[in-house]
Nanobody
Framework: QVHLVESGGGLVLAGGSLRLSCAASGRPFTAYTMGWFRQAPGKERDFVAGISWNGQSTYYTDSVKGRFTISGDVAKNTVYLQMNSLKPEDTAVYYC????????????????WGQGTQVTVSS
């Protein structure tokens, strides 16, 4: 199994940028489809971005297209989420997750989860 640890969250002004990292251990992240999810207080956990095991396909929810970029570094066994032009509505706890087989935006299909990292965007 894979162990995931997120980092890089923080407080940023609207319009600013953050890069989240998801460090994988135990197995290479390339053995999985990887995803980033977020959960705001009182709301469900929502899909943000995903990347296929070989890095050739990426997926984004509509609200972040053109602003967020998911990528992976095989040598560091780490998946990143570059977040630009941040908005107050991006405020949430961000989670990294891994699933077997192909892409899905359904969080219930992801087997392994990190502990989350808080992102707060102030206006």
């Amino acid at each position: 199994q894979v162990h995931l640890v997120e980092s890089g969250g923080g407080l940023v002004l609207a319009g600013g940028s953050l890069r989240l990292s998801c460090a994988a251990s135990g197995r290479p992240f390339t053995a999985y489809t990887m995803g980033w999810f977020r959960q705001a207080p009182g709301k469900e956990r929502d899909f943000v971005a995903g990347i296929s095991w070989n890095g050739q396909s990426t997926y984004y929810t509509d609200s972040v297209k053109g602003r967020f970029t998911i990528s992976g570094d095989v040598a560091k066994n780490t998946v990143y989420l570059q977040m630009n032009s941040l908005k107050p509505e991006d405020t949430a706890v961000y989670y990294c997750a891994a699933k077997h087989r192909g892409y899905s935006s359904d969080p219930s299909l992801y087997v392994y989860w990190g502990q989350g990292t808080q992102v707060t965007v102030s206006s």
